[in-house]
C-alpha cells in the first residue's frame, strides 16, 4: 500500500529519528542490535494480547500489548536508519531484520489468535498471507529482479492496521456483529483483513514477477 512507502519515507527524513541515528552511532549502538532488541518487543506484545483476552484486566494488559506493538515497529524502522548513518547496510544485516520480522510477525497475530480474538482458521490464513508475501517479494530478488515491496498490505500497513483495531477493541470491546459464525472484535476483524489482503499481497507480487522474469 503506498501507507507502507509514506511510512518508510516518513522514518527516513524524520529529524527526531535521523537525531536518534546520530546519537547511537556515536554510542557504537550497531543496526543488528536494533534488529535483535526489537524481537523480545514483539513477543511481549503477543503474550500481553494473548493475556489480555483471558484476563480481568483487560484494558492494561491490551493496553500494553499495543505499546509493546509499537516499540517492535519504532526499532525495526531506526534500524535501517542507523545503518544507512553509519555507512554500515549489510546483506547480513537485511537478512536478520528480515527473519526477525517474520518471527516478530508470527507472535503478534498469534497472540491474537491466542487470545481469542479471532479463530485458529483465520489465524493460519492471516499467517500464510504474511509469510508467503515476504517470500514472493525477497524470491524476486533471488531470481535477478529488484526486491518487491509494494502490495496491498505491506508491514507498516499490518502494524497500523493492528493497532487501531487495539484502540478500537479497548474503546468498544464486543463482537461485531453481536453473534454469528463471522462475529469478532475490531482485533478479530483486522486478522479477517490481513488474511484476505496478506495473501492477495503475495499474489499481486507473484504475478507482477512473473510478467518482469
Known amino acids: 500500500m503506498a501507507l507502507d512507502s509514506l511510512l518508510r519515507a516518513f522514518v527516513d527524513n524524520w529529524g527526531l529519528v535521523k537525531t536518534t541515528a546520530r546519537f547511537l552511532a556515536a554510542r557504537g549502538i550497531s543496526p543488528n542490535f536494533l534488529s535483535l532488541l526489537s524481537f523480545p518487543f514483539a513477543i511481549l506484545a503477543g503474550?500481553?494480547?494473548?493475556l489480555s483476552g483471558t484476563s480481568a484486566s483487560f484494558n492494561l494488559l491490551l493496553s500494553l500489548a499495543g505499546i509493546f506493538v509499537c516499540l517492535n515497529a519504532?526499532?525495526?524502522?531506526?534500524?535501517?536508519?542507523l545503518a544507512r548513518e553509519i555507512g554500515n547496510a549489510s546483506k547480513k544485516g537485511d537478512f536478520l531484520d528480515h527473519v526477525i520480522d517474520r518471527y516478530s510477525d508470527i507472535f503478534i497475530i498469534g497472540g491474537i489468535v491466542f487470545g481469542g480474538?479471532?479463530?485458529w482458521g483465520i489465524g493460519v490464513i492471516a499467517i500464510i498471507g504474511v509469510l508467503l508475501a515476504s517470500y514472493m517479494g525477497t524470491q524476486a530478488q533471488a531470481v535477478g529482479l529488484s526486491r518487491i515491496y509494494g502490495g496491498l498490505l505491506g508491514r507498516a500497513d499490518r502494524i497500523v492496521l493492528i493497532l487501531g483495531a487495539t484502540v478500537l477493541t479497548l474503546v468498544y470491546p464486543h463482537p461485531i456483529p453481536a453473534s454469528g459464525l463471522l462475529s469478532f472484535p475490531f482485533l478479530g476483524w483486522s486478522m479477517v483483513i490481513v488474511a484476505v489482503l496478506g495473501n492477495a499481497t503475495a499474489l499481486q507480487r507473484f504475478f507482477y514477477a512473473w510478467r518482469r522474469i
Do not use: C, E, N, R
Not at 74 to 81: A, C, E, F, M, R
Open 117 to 119: 480474538y479471532a479463530s
Open 47 to 50: 503474550v500481553f494480547f494473548f
Open 74 to 81: 519504532l526499532l525495526d524502522g531506526l534500524d535501517g536508519v
